[in-house]
């Protein structure tokens, strides 16, 4: 399933039809859910997620962004979408998002991918900056960039200390030297970048998320 692609062609559409003004996650879901009901499965949004109870956290259940169910009414894959606009996206955000992904592949035995798509300078700051990086790792991205990063397993001690903290607080309570969350694999994304008509262009990456060892 080509969400990348899908995706940016529809934001080059939309800012080409004067509509960038509207841009926003909320209005980003409506062409991600038009993609995934492409795929001629059953596509819900705001699901429940099947572990809410082991991640822990204060307040509403948590929520997925969308499941997509085969005939029988199982879910076959779950979507996180971020986007990166007027208002930056978080490193932590963007990996908490991973998490829930991979516990939902834990729980249901079935992948997620995490969307961040927005605009080509802002997603380019987040994922060129200092946070994305993993910890005494000369370098190497949180989340493969590209066809030659080779490290795609995330554990808790890769993790910037700040982001260690957010996630911890998400997760409340917790047991002293708990780690906030299990190994994960993340895939390499699907990319696609689209220019726009003046100075403005759009960036979408979209990785394949799993708990590792499952």
């Known amino acids: ?40 499965e059953q596509v819900r949004s705001e699901v429940q997620h099947p572990r809410s109870e082991v991640l822990g956290g204060k307040g509403r259940p948590l929520l997925m962004d969308f499941e997509v169910s085969n005939n029988e009414g199982s879910g076959v894959l779950a979507v996180e979408t971020k986007w990166a606009g007027t ?21 249901k035995g079935a992948p997620g991918v995490l969307v961040l798509a927005g605009i080509d300078r802002k997603v380019n700051a987040l994922v060129s900056g200092a946070r994305f990086l993993r910890q005494d790792s000369n370098g190497v991205p949180l989340f493969p960039l590209k066809g030659s990063d080779e490290r795609h397993v995330l554990r808790w001690r890769d993790l910037h200390p700040d ?38 262009a759009f960036t979408v990456y979209a990785w394949a998320v799993r708990s590792h060892g499952k």
Request: charged letters at 25%; glycine letters at 14%; a positive charge.
């Open 1 to 40: 399933m080509r969400i990348a692609g899908g995706l940016g062609g529809w934001l080059a559409f939309e800012f080409k039809c004067g509509r960038g003004y509207l841009f926003s996650e909320r209005y980003l879901a409506h062409a991600v859910g038009q993609l995934l009901r492409g795929a001629g």
């Open 87 to 107: 208002s930056a996206v978080r490193v932590e955000a963007l990996l908490w998002d991973a998490v829930r992904l991979a516990e939902y592949h834990r729980a």
């Open 163 to 200: 982001i260690q903290d957010y996630v911890r607080e998400k997760r409340e309570p917790m047991e002293d030297g708990q780690e906030g969350m299990s190994p994960l694999h993340v895939g390499i994304p699907q990319t696609n970048r689209q220019p726009g008509p003046t100075a403005v």
